[in-house]
């Protein structure tokens, strides 16, 4: 499935970029859904399992089998594994490059104790045996070295395929929310970008938001989805904050907000390597990130190029906005940092390391 989030946007990324090498590219998904079906490059050819990675085990060997690919790139956990049993079934020599986008040890607290115990066992007798593993940032590689015991040597970290030429372009494109809501965006407004669920924390930045925002100069725009609207829209209507607060849900071009906002504030638990956070320097706009498990202290290089707050720290996060706005950072210095995340960098580190196979 293509959700909205990172991964499924980094992964087409990644995609145009291979086709753009001259490249073949297959891109293999459990069930074919999500908000980025629409966004698939052309070239791409598409093929569809069962439904779920457990249940596509089989025929994603046959596929392995039949089109004998120079690589398969998998990501998320439980997608690397089911993928090393399908090379392993396919019997071939396909060399697979497994993806770990997120604090393992984190992520897994956060799922049901049964899973948590039988991903770990799978994770640290799989994974040394995968043929190259790579962390999108360097704490995400040394989160599950040490949370499975595994050789820091075993794990390549190559950054995400954020920043893009279609990226840049799309800032410049239509806002239709200003139209829809043009006394909303008559003040200057803070942006988050994310699905609507726990590792986010929207509570925490709704808390920070209002305690800075007691004159109403600013509003706070939310774009996204998730299980957690309707405990958000609660906390919205009960502390009267509807008219300084719009989640109009997930949209498919954010860029044009985010290159308009006064700065992006996200207030995440725990990361992988954040790709809005990425997107805000390449389009000059300034961050004020939780210091979670994950890349946004790496991003942000400590505080250098953003401000970085503790997690779940309302009274931290509502400090630092303020510091942000008594002396926001230069413009230029944040984009000439994106240049270290553009897809070009993140394809051929890729490349090179399928042509060591």
Not at 49 to 63: E, Q, W
Not at 131 to 148: E, F, G, K, N, W
Not at 277 to 288: K, M
């Given at each position: 499935?293509?959700?909205?989030?990172?991964?499924?946007?980094?992964?087409?990324?990644?995609?145009?970029?291979?086709?753009?090498?001259?490249?073949?590219?297959?891109?293999?998904?459990?069930?074919?859904?999500?908000?980025?079906?629409?966004?698939?490059?052309?070239?791409?050819?598409?093929?569809?399992?069962?439904?779920?990675?457990?249940?596509?085990?089989?025929?994603?060997?046959?596929?392995?089998?039949?089109?004998?690919?120079?690589?398969?790139?998998?990501?998320?956990?439980?997608?690397?594994?089911?993928?090393?049993?399908?090379?392993?079934?396919?019997?071939?020599?396909?060399?697979?490059?497994?993806?770990?986008?997120?604090?393992?040890?984190?992520?897994?607290?956060?799922?049901?104790?049964?899973?948590?115990?039988?991903?770990?066992?799978?994770?640290?007798?799989?994974?040394?045996h995968i043929d190259q593993i790579v962390a999108v940032s360097t704490p995400v590689a040394d989160d599950l070295a040490q949370y499975i015991g595994l050789s820091r040597e075993k794990i390549k970290v190559i950054y995400n395929p954020v920043v893009t030429d279609t990226m840049i372009e799309?800032?410049?494109?239509?806002?239709?929310?200003?139209?829809?809501?043009?006394t909303f965006f008559s003040k200057p407004y803070f942006i988050s970008i994310g699905r609507l669920s726990e590792e986010k924390d929207y509570i925490t930045l709704l808390t920070a938001f209002k305690k800075i925002n007691h004159n109403e100069r600013y509003n706070l725009l939310i774009l996204?989805?998730?299980?957690?609207?309707?405990?958000?829209?609660?906390?919205?209507?009960?502390?009267?904050?509807?008219?300084?607060?719009?989640?109009?849900?997930?949209?498919?071009?954010?860029?044009?907000?985010?290159?308009?906002?006064?700065?992006?504030?996200?207030?995440?638990?725990?990361?992988?390597?954040?790709?809005?956070?990425?997107?805000?320097?390449?389009?000059?706009?300034?961050?004020?990130?939780?210091?979670?498990?994950?890349?946004?202290?790496?991003?942000?290089?400590?505080?250098?190029?953003?401000?970085?707050?503790?997690?779940?720290?309302?009274?931290?996060?509502?400090?630092?906005?303020?510091?942000?706005?008594?002396?926001?950072?230069?413009?230029?210095?944040?984009?000439?940092?994106?240049?270290?995340?553009?897809?070009?960098?993140?394809?051929?580190?890729?490349?090179?390391?399928?042509?060591?196979?």
């Amino acid at each position: 499935m293509l959700k909205a989030g990172g991964v499924g946007k980094n992964t087409l990324n990644l995609a145009r970029k291979f086709i753009e090498a001259g490249h073949e590219v297959d891109l293999y998904l459990t069930k074919k859904e999500g908000d980025y079906l629409p966004q698939i490059p052309p070239k791409v050819n598409i093929y569809e399992g069962n439904g779920s990675a457990l249940k596509s085990i089989f025929s994603f060997a046959c596929f392995l089998r039949k089109t004998k690919p120079d690589a398969v790139i998998s990501a998320r956990d439980y997608l690397n594994i089911t993928s090393f049993f399908s090379i392993l079934l396919a019997r071939t020599k396909t060399p697979q490059i497994a993806t770990i986008r997120t604090s393992t040890k984190t992520d897994s607290n956060n799922r049901k104790q049964l899973f948590k115990l039988i991903l770990k066992w799978l994770t640290t007798i799989i994974y040394p045996h995968i043929d190259q593993i790579v962390a999108v940032s360097t704490p995400v590689a040394d989160d599950l070295a040490q949370y499975i015991g595994l050789s820091r040597e075993k794990i390549k970290v190559i950054y995400n395929p954020v920043v893009t030429d279609t990226m840049i372009e799309k800032s410049r494109g239509a806002s239709a929310l200003t139209q829809e809501h043009p006394t909303f965006f008559s003040k200057p407004y803070f942006i988050s970008i994310g699905r609507l669920s726990e590792e986010k924390d929207y509570i925490t930045l709704l808390t920070a938001f209002k305690k800075i925002n007691h004159n109403e100069r600013y509003n706070l725009l939310i774009l996204g989805d998730g299980e957690d609207r309707d405990k958000l829209t609660k906390y919205i209507e009960t502390n009267d904050m509807n008219t300084s607060v719009l989640m109009p849900g997930f949209v498919s071009n954010p860029y044009p907000y985010l290159l308009k906002a006064a700065a992006l504030i996200s207030s995440s638990k725990w990361e992988g390597l954040p790709t809005v956070i990425i997107e805000a320097l390449a389009l000059g706009v300034n961050v004020i990130a939780t210091d979670c498990p994950g890349g946004s202290s790496e991003i942000l290089n400590n505080g250098e190029y953003g401000w970085l707050t503790p997690p779940g720290d309302a009274t931290a996060m509502s400090q630092s906005i303020i510091k942000y706005i008594a002396s926001p950072k230069e413009k230029s210095i944040l984009i000439n940092r994106s240049h270290d995340f553009t897809d070009t960098l993140s394809a051929n580190k890729y490349i090179e390391l399928i042509a060591k196979r």
